[in-house]
């Protein structure tokens, strides 16, 4: 019974020796029971608006996803150098695809960051680089909006087949909306997350099997348990791409940095 005591004694101090080794991943959450928990079925071509729920300042309620998917992969990647990772202070093969133009270009870098751009009355802006090609993955970096346009959008694209894929939108006036499925019968899930432009927004993004889960300035956002009918399929020569949409004819840009990808098919004893 003393030793019980001495370890609950010392406990906030080895979660702190934690944290401080965590760096830019999502600190796993401790496993609590939540006090409410809400199932969100999505039918197709519907979107389903996530209402907050009221805050108890007694309780924090943590998700399921979070302590069942989301934390077990967290911690095996801790201590784990990413397969792949980029700061961005060298070229490393990204490319660029805008629509209207043949082809690709290499892609911009800007002080020190991934640039992303649309020109004026350009619609669709892709990057993409061939070595970001898996199946079952942890993708982190940060994003940061160069415009004050509210409307525009940045989308992380996963694709499956040339009808079918998961994408994760953020729009530069803090709301989210993930969507996956065929294009004829999708399903989504939005809400409105919370930053101060002109910083970086972190970004977190766990696929594995038929499940994705997001976390966005380090808290959780989403997560669907059917996002991929299939994991292994590919349509392209790469799986994770970078869009910039506009909904307007005016110039818009964003930038990328310190992109760090996990390959959770190369962990072992992974849950």
């Not at 299939?230 to 110039?251: K, M, P, Q, Y």
Request: charged share 20%; net charge negative.
């Amino acid at each position: 019974m003393r030793s019980s005591k001495v370890f609950f004694l010392f406990l906030p101090t080895i979660l702190l020796i934690l944290a401080c080794n965590v760096g830019n991943i999502p600190q796993p959450t401790p496993t609590v029971m939540p006090t409410e928990t809400r199932t969100v079925t999505a039918s197709p071509t519907r979107t389903v608006i996530l209402t907050p729920l009221p805050v108890d300042p007694t309780a924090v309620s943590i998700p399921l996803w979070v302590t069942d998917f989301a934390d077990p992969i967290l911690m095996k990647i801790v201590d784990r150098t990413p397969d792949f990772q980029d700061d961005f202070s060298l070229y490393r093969g990204w490319l660029n695809v805008m629509s209207g133009v043949d082809g690709y270009v290499y892609a911009e870098r800007e002080n020190g960051m991934l640039f992303l751009r649309l020109p004026e009355r350009t619609q669709d802006s892709i990057l993409y680089n061939p070595r970001l090609n898996l199946t079952n993955f942890v993708l982190t970096l940060e994003l940061r909006f160069d415009h004050d346009q509210p409307e525009d959008t940045v989308r992380f694209q996963f694709d499956q087949f040339p009808n079918q894929s998961v994408a994760l939108d953020l729009s530069n006036n803090t709301n989210w909306k993930i969507h996956w499925g065929f294009q004829d019968s999708s399903q989504s899930m939005a809400g409105v997350y919370g930053h101060s432009p002109p910083e970086n927004v972190p970004v977190t993004i766990l696929m594995r099997g038929t499940q994705c889960a997001v976390y966005l300035n380090n808290d959780p956002l989403t997560y669907s348990g059917n996002c991929r009918a299939d994991s292994t399929s590919r349509s392209h020569g790469w799986v994770v791409s970078f869009r910039l949409l506009s909904d307007n004819e005016s110039a818009v840009a964003v930038s990328f940095d310190n992109l760090k990808l996990w390959d959770l098919d190369k962990i072992p004893d992974l849950p």
